[in-house]
């Protein structure tokens, strides 16, 4: 019972972060990811940087609702004998 608990706990947050994390971050790197004309950037980084950048933020915040779908998940598991 308590490990159920805990699951829901730990889900509830994780898809909190995720959100969070798509919200907050990964769209906004996303819209980063190629400037519009116009548009002053002041980094010198290249395009391969920024789509490794979009990669690794896209990636965790996928792993967040991941881990946070799975606890939820675990909720609906049957109890082992």
Do not use: E
Not at 39 to 68: C, E, H, K, P
């Amino acid at each position: 019972m308590i490990h159920k608990v805990v699951s829901a706990i730990l889900g509830a947050l994780s898809l909190c972060a995720g959100m969070v994390a798509l919200v907050g971050y990964a769209f906004p790197a996303l819209q980063d990811l190629i400037p519009p004309a116009g548009r002053i950037v002041y980094r010198n980084d290249t395009l391969s940087q920024r789509v490794l950048a979009v990669l690794i933020i896209w990636s965790l915040t996928i792993a967040a609702f991941y881990m946070g779908f799975r606890f939820l998940r675990f909720l609906d598991s049957p109890r082992k004998q």
